[in-house]
C-alpha cells in the first residue's frame, strides 16, 4: 500500500503535467495544497463518486479556484467520471477541466470558483443550508441531513472584501459543520504577501467568531489529521485551520516562490521535481497501486447504503417529513399543488386590482406564495422594512433557531447574493435576498456565477428609480436595469403594477435554470385592467396592454412605473385621432425568448413608428424603437428631491410622452 506521502505526489504529478501539457495553469497552489487534500479526501469526506449528487454528501469547494488540478485530480483518483484523457485536455476548449472548476462542466465540481472570495462564501451558503435542513428534517434519533462544508482558501480569498463579510456571518450563525482550510503560503501573483497582507488572520476569525487550529503544518498529515479531528469535535463555531505550506512543494527550483504560482513549472524543473519526489513515471501515468490507495468507489457506495438505511427508518416513522425531503432536496420539484396555488393567487390579484407600491406587491406575492414553497428562504441585506422581503409566517434563522426560513443578513449585499448561490448549489431551498437596487452593484460578480452557473437565486431589488426621491444620486439607480439585463442568462423584471408582479415572482420560481432580478418600485403603481389573454401573456415577458387596431399608427414600448404614463399618452392622442398600441414588457429577455410569430404579433415590423420610456439609461432601447425612433428615460444622474418633482424634472410626464410620440408620426 503506498504512504501518503506518494498518494499526494500523484495529485502534484498530475497537477504539474497538466499545467505543462496545456502550457497555461497554476501549479503551485495544487502542490502545495496536496497533503492536505490527500488527508481530507480520504480520511474525512464523505461522498460517492458513483452518485455525485446523493443529497447527504460531504461538500468541498476549492475556492482558490486557480488550482483547479488539484480537484480534477482528486475527482480523477477517487474514481468520478473523469478520465485520464479529461486531465490532458485541460484548459482545452469544451474540455470537462476547465481553467478555473466549472459547476455543471465536471461531475463532482460543487461550485463555479475563481473570483477569489466567493467559494467560501458559496461554502457559507451550503453550511447555512445544511444547518436549516436539518433543523426543518432532522427528529430524534434520525439525523438524515449530517455532513460538512469543506472549503480551501488561499491568501487571495482572505484579501477579498467578500470573505470578511461571509466569515463574520457564518460565525455569528455558529455553522458547526462549515471547516475551511486556509493555505497559509505567503506568496501570491506579485510575490510574498507580507508588504501587503499583514493581517493576524486567526485574530480576525476568532473574533469573527470561529474556532481557529493554528500553526499546522500542511506538509504533516498527521498534524493535519489531528487539526481535521479536532476542527470536527467543535459542532457549535465554524473552524479554520491554519495550514503553513510551501507553494509548488516539491519543484526543486521554483517552490516557494511566485515563479510557480501561475504558469508552467517547465520540462527541465519537472524532471529535476518527478527526482526530488521520488516520483519516476512517465507523464499522466499513475500506478494500480496509487489508485488502489485512492478509490473512493466502494467506501462511497456503503456510506450512501449506510444513509440509505437511515433514510427508510426516517420514512417508515415520518412518512410525510420523508416525502417532503424528496419532493426538495432530492428530486428538487415544486409542490404538486403549486400550479393551482400560483394561477389562484394572480387571478384574486387581478380581481382585487390594487394600486399599491410594486414593493408591496411583491410582499404580497411572498405571502401568497409561501404557503405552498416551505423551500423559501428569504431574507435581506439589513433592509427587510424597506424591500418588505419577510412575510407573516417568516421564522427567522439564528445562532440558536436552525428550522426557520428567513435571515437577516446585514448589510452584506455581495455576500448575501454569493451565499445564496451557494444555498441554491447545495439543494433544497429556493433563496431570495432583497437590498436596494443600486446596491445590485456591490453583489454585481456574484449576480454573475449565480447566472454563468445557472442556479435559481432570486435578487429582489426595490427602489427602481428616481420615484425613491429625496435620499437622491447616490440612492437612485439609472443604469443598473440596463446592466442587470446584459447579464447572460439573467432574468430581469420589472413589473408595472401588482398583477405583473405577481406573475414576475412566479416566473422566477418556476425558473429553474437560471437566476431572476426582480426590480420593484417604491412609489405607488396604478392597476392595469387586462383580459384573461393579457394576463396570461405576460409570462411571454411583452404583451399588448393597450391596442391600437390592426394598424398602428405608433407603439410606446414601456416598463415599470412608465406604463401608466404610456397608457395615459395613448389616451390623450387618441383624442387626437391617433391609434397608439402600449406594449408593457416587463421582461426584454422573457419577451425575446419568445417565437418570431409572437413577438411580431406584439411588435409589427410594418409599425416602425415607435417610442420607448423608461425611468433609466437609453441606449438599449434604440433596439426596439430603431434609430429613428425616439426614447423617454434618463442619460444623467439623479437630484434629491421629492419623487413627484423629479418625474416632472426629468420628463417623465404624459405630455413629454405626448410629444415624444408626435415627434416620430
Not at 512543494?249 to 527541465?268: Q, R, V
Not at 497501486?289 to 444513509?307: M, T
Request: aromatic share 8%.
Amino acid at each position: 500500500m503506498p504512504n501518503r506521502r506518494e498518494l499526494a505526489n500523484a495529485i502534484r504529478a498530475l497537477s504539474m503535467d497538466g499545467v505543462q501539457k496545456a502550457n497555461s495553469g497554476h501549479p503551485g497552489a495544487p502542490m502545495g495544497m496536496a497533503d492536505i487534500a490527500e488527508v481530507l479526501w480520504n480520511d474525512h469526506m464523505k461522498h460517492n463518486p458513483a452518485n455525485p449528487k446523493w443529497a447527504d454528501r460531504d461538500r468541498f469547494i476549492l475556492s482558490n479556484g486557480h488550482g483547479s488540478m488539484l480537484i480534477y485530480s482528486l475527482l480523477h483518483l477517487t474514481g468520478y467520471n473523469l478520465s485520464i484523457d479529461d486531465l490532458k485536455s485541460f484548459r482545452q476548449l469544451h474540455s470537462k477541466t476547465p481553467g478555473h472548476p466549472e459547476y455543471g462542466y465536471t461531475e463532482g465540481v460543487e461550485t463555479t470558483t475563481g473570483p477569489l472570495g466567493q467559494g467560501i462564501t458559496n461554502g457559507v451558503g451550503m453550511a447555512l443550508a445544511e444547518k436549516v435542513l436539518a433543523g426543518q428534517f432532522n427528529r430524534p434519533g434520525h439525523h438524515i441531513v449530517d455532513h460538512y462544508t469543506y472549503v480551501f482558501m488561499g491568501d487571495g480569498c482572505m484579501m477579498e472584501g467578500i470573505s470578511h463579510e461571509a466569515c463574520s456571518l457564518a460565525g455569528t450563525l455558529g455553522l458547526g459543520k462549515l471547516i475551511a482550510f486556509w493555505d497559509d503560503n505567503g506568496i501570491s501573483i506579485d510575490g510574498h504577501v507580507e508588504n501587503w497582507f499583514s493581517d493576524d488572520t486567526p485574530k480576525r476569525f476568532e473574533a469573527y467568531g470561529w474556532h481557529v487550529v493554528r500553526d499546522v503544518d500542511g506538509h504533516d498529515a498527521e498534524a493535519i489529521n489531528k487539526a481535521i479531528h479536532e476542527a470536527k469535535s467543535v459542532n457549535d463555531k465554524p473552524s479554520l485551520i491554519c495550514c503553513k505550506t510551501v507553494i509548488g512543494y516539491g519543484a526543486p527550483n521554483l517552490c516557494g516562490s511566485h515563479d510557480c504560482h501561475g504558469a508552467p513549472l517547465g520540462a527541465d524543473e519537472i524532471a529535476a521535481t518527478r527526482e526530488n519526489l521520488g516520483w519516476k513515471h512517465e507523464p499522466f501515468v499513475i500506478p494500480a497501486e496509487i489508485y488502489k490507495g485512492w478509490d473512493a468507489r466502494e467506501k462511497g457506495a456503503k456510506a450512501q447504503a449506510h444513509w440509505e438505511e437511515k433514510f427508510a427508518a426516517y420514512k417508515k416513522e415520518f412518512p410525510e417529513l420523508a416525502a417532503e425531503f424528496e419532493r426538495r432536496v432530492i428530486k428538487g420539484e415544486l409542490p404538486s399543488n403549486w400550479k393551482q396555488v400560483a394561477d389562484d393567487f394572480i387571478k384574486a390579484v387581478a380581481e382585487k386590482g390594487e394600486t399599491i407600491a410594486s414593493r408591496k406587491a411583491s410582499q404580497n406575492a411572498i405571502q401568497g406564495y409561501a404557503k405552498a414553497l416551505p423551500e423559501f428562504l428569504g431574507g435581506s441585506a439589513d433592509l427587510t422594512p424597506s424591500n418588505l422581503t419577510s412575510w407573516k409566517e417568516a421564522k427567522a434563522i439564528t445562532r440558536t433557531v436552525s428550522d426557520g426560513n428567513y435571515l437577516s443578513y446585514g448589510v452584506r449585499e455581495f455576500g448575501m447574493s454569493a451565499i445564496m448561490n451557494g444555498v441554491a448549489l447545495h439543494g433544497g431551498f429556493i433563496p431570495f435576498g432583497g437590498t436596494f437596487l443600486m446596491f445590485s452593484e456591490y453583489a454585481r460578480n456574484a449576480l454573475r456565477m449565480a447566472a454563468l452557473m445557472k442556479v435559481r437565486s432570486i435578487f429582489v431589488y426595490t427602489h427602481d428609480s428616481i420615484g425613491l426621491g429625496e435620499d437622491g444620486p447616490t440612492h437612485q439607480p439609472v443604469e443598473q436595469t440596463a446592466t442587470l439585463r446584459l447579464i447572460p442568462n439573467m432574468s430581469v423584471w420589472r413589473p408595472c403594477d401588482a398583477v405583473e408582479s405577481a406573475v414576475a415572482w412566479r416566473c422566477a420560481i418556476e425558473k429553474k435554470d437560471g437566476p431572476t432580478s426582480l426590480i420593484f418600485s417604491r412609489q405607488n403603481l396604478a392597476h392595469m385592467p387586462r383580459s384573461d389573454a393579457q394576463i396570461a401573456n405576460i409570462a411571454r415577458g411583452g404583451y399588448v396592454l393597450r391596442d391600437g387596431g390592426a394598424n398602428p399608427d405608433a407603439i410606446i414600448i414601456a416598463t415599470g412605473s412608465e406604463v401608466e404614463l404610456a397608457m395615459k399618452a395613448a389616451e390623450e392622442l387618441a383624442g387626437k385621432g391617433k391609434n397608439v398600441r402600449v406594449v408593457s414588457m416587463p421582461s426584454v429577455d422573457a419577451f425575446e425568448a419568445q417565437d418570431a410569430a409572437y413577438r411580431e404579433s406584439v411588435l409589427p415590423a410594418s409599425c416602425t413608428k415607435r417610442v420607448a420610456v423608461e425611468a433609466g439609461v437609453t441606449a438599449c432601447w434604440y433596439k426596439y424603437v430603431g434609430l429613428n425612433g425616439k426614447v423617454v428615460g434618463l442619460d444623467r444622474f439623479g437630484e434629491s428631491a421629492p419623487a413627484g418633482q423629479l418625474f416632472k424634472e426629468f420628463g417623465f410626464t404624459v405630455e413629454n410622452v405626448v410629444k415624444a410620440v408626435e415627434s416620430v408620426l
